[in-house]
Nanobody
Framework: QVQLVESGGGLVQAGDSLRLSCAASGLTFSQFDMGWFRQAPGKEREFVVGIRWNNGRTAYAGSVKGRFTISRDNAKTAVYLQMGSLKPEDTAVYYC???????????????????WGQGTQVTVSS
């Protein structure tokens, strides 16, 4: 049974940093692309960043480029999201997701990811 568990969310002030973690179990983690999404109240779930399983290539949403960094540790079956220079508009529930299909490029639509964590709340106050 595949399980993704996020942690590390919290309440921070604008300009602060935060690191989210996502621990995976129940599958050969190193063979799958991973992504982070977020969903703010009243908004659609949106792609934040993804990382490829084979070469570590990444893709970022424009709104977080230069401020957020994704990384993965296949030995620990975990993926991380280092968030810096946080803004109030980054406030959302953050989800990690796993894409179990073989693709030529990183998926960026939520419908393309098969497994999801329960989410972790990030709140940035101004």
């Amino acid at each position: 049974q595949v399980q993704l568990v996020e942690s590390g969310g919290g309440l921070v002030q604008a300009g602060d940093s935060l690191r989210l973690s996502c621990a995976a179990s129940g599958l050969t983690f190193s063979q799958f692309d991973m992504g982070w999404f977020r969903q703010a109240p009243g908004k659609e779930r949106e792609f934040v960043v993804g990382i490829r399983w084979n070469n570590g290539r990444t893709a970022y949403a424009g709104s977080v480029k230069g401020r957020f960094t994704i990384s993965r540790d296949n030995a620990k079956t975990a993926v991380y999201l280092q968030m810096g220079s946080l803004k109030p508009e980054d406030t959302a529930v953050y989800y990690c997701a796993l894409d179990s299909r073989i693709r030529r490029d990183l998926a960026s639509r939520s419908s393309e990811y098969d497994y999801w964590g329960q989410g972790t709340q990030v709140t940035v106050s101004s």
